[in-house]
């Protein structure tokens, strides 16, 4: 539900920092709290995790690592705390690399991840971080867009390369999906 | 809880916009992102959806597509994902009119509803988009009123219709309604 | 954890009514929406209802009304829809003398409610929405107080009653709450 | 996920107090409720505590009586009750004395807790409420704040003191901390 937060630093703790937006405290737990300075004025980059008895924001400095951080809880039996423990190395080049070339010896090292859970990381990650489903590089970044979109509202490969064929990219982005939808739909 | 957030759409992606408002960046779930633009101020109409992992913001550009959606939803089988690939196609007028003529075959044209989700939602839903309940054309503006907020306290259609015909229609709304509750109470 | 909402009201239906402040529109279920007018400036007193997949404003025009509700809904099978459709009735005294008097026939009248649910609300409520316990009337506002805040923090009558004889009343009511509580604690 | 809210004080009640931010009247469950005065201009500290029915600010004057709190309810078997009607009584230091000298039936006298409740209190937090873990009083400021990251990150004790040997600390926290992450990491 939170994307973001612009607000002052007012706490800096070594799990969370606190940052204001008109008059409300909001506690961020943070990888790296100590990149931030008391007073500075930030965006900072939210995940709001919900469970029955929990209600917490997690938030970073970008959305590189929010997204490196959200694949890793989307893998299973790798929790918040420890996807933070790895993030929080903040070389997300070097744990991508690792992931991509199956290094789960190194993937080891970081807190809470045993032999088993690097394994499961590397099995459902691996191929997902850098170059995203649908052979991306092949398509125009209209395209790109509609093709995601489509496959964001549960179509399937074959179904969208398929109706992507037929569309005429060069008009506006809605237009192009309006028209992938309706030959979707025929 | 929330019924819509106003503010500057600050992000686009394929599944999901962002809006800011009062320097909060509300991540909204939406059918067709493309039809807003960035820095573009606009209402995003909301429907919150809680699980027990779930706080999640829906976000529609009107009402009308909100209900239909919200509609969908309360069609056992029929959760958001499917809802929103049924109202991204953006012709509500075509869907509707597929659930009054029980034209099962076309909804299973959207991803994720097969025969069977095709026809829970044409059971549930056929006559309740276009006329909803208690033959509203023969009731005046204030009566509809009347008898929609009464209908929302639990009184049955027996019990509204025979307490509006006792009910003076030429006063405030409220009164109006508070006449038809005491004649109900006596 | 939403006591009340201050805003402009900008949609009144037969459910609900929304409140916006601060350019986001709360969606609050209300007993009797028509008693507000669109543009209004209003405070609508609310209660917050949660559940595993509920996350939802109730709101009143005034925390008597919202007191009478939070008691209903402490009663073992009576929910917050029911609990609309007596407030709704907006007269207070007229439900609460029921109670006090065990009319179960008029509670009755109400829908939702069948003979056994308005025996239940008498045998809860009866002698606690008048005259709250520890019969009150014999206490100094500043001892009334004390006494309710002691209950509160889950001390029983006896020991309040024991620490308040003590307790020197013509002081802040802060001082005479702690002297109230070192004195339970020697 | 709030850590405090700033506003005015509203409302006064045995058991809560509302403090308003920006037109919304939060309710804070209090301890000593009687602490504020209308019309005050506060800042109230606060815990979130969220289960599957409740949604519940808890507010205090101050970090230290909060930070009291969280301990309390992390034994198990003290809910926010029970710790709220320690910390009432608003004398930390005699609380956390009681704790570290195994003062058991002390602890007895606050409502809600029984011997068995007491022990449990002491067998959990002794030697947790004064001197953290990791002999705080041997580590530089900075090394504390660094240590604290890292066990918060999840590394233990002696991965923790066998990275700290290595690190430069006259530098910047942020970067002493990621010197710490690149050692642990090799």
């Given at each position: 539900m939170y994307r973001y937060i612009k607000g002052i630093v007012t706490q800096i703790n070594p799990q969370h920092i606190v940052v204001e937006n008109n008059g409300v405290g909001y506690l961020v737990l943070s990888p790296?709290?100590?990149?931030y300075k008391i007073g500075e004025e930030t965006t900072v980059v939210t995940y709001l995790h919900v469970r029955e008895d929990i209600f917490q924001l997690y938030g970073f400095k970008d959305e590189e690592t929010l997204n490196l951080f959200l694949k890793l809880i989307s893998?299973?039996?790798?929790g918040p705390k420890s996807a933070m423990s790895i993030v929080a190395f903040d070389d997300t080049n070097k744990i991508i690399a690792a992931i991509e070339t199956s290094d789960a010896k190194y993937l080891t090292?970081?807190?809470?991840?045993?032999m088993k859970s690097a394994q499961q990381i590397i099995l459902d990650l691996k191929g997902k971080l850098v170059n995203d489903e649908?052979?991306?590089?092949?398509?125009?970044d209209n395209s790109k867009d509609v093709a995601a979109a489509l496959e964001a509202l549960g179509y399937n490969k074959k179904e969208i390369a398929k109706s992507l064929k037929h569309?005429?990219?060069?008009?506006?982005l809605n237009k192009a999906l309006k028209e992938a939808l309706a030959i979707l739909l025929k």
């Open positions: 790296v709290p100590y990149q893998v299973s039996g790798i090292k970081f807190p809470g991840i045993g649908l052979d991306m590089q092949l398509l125009s569309v005429n990219f060069d008009q506006d």
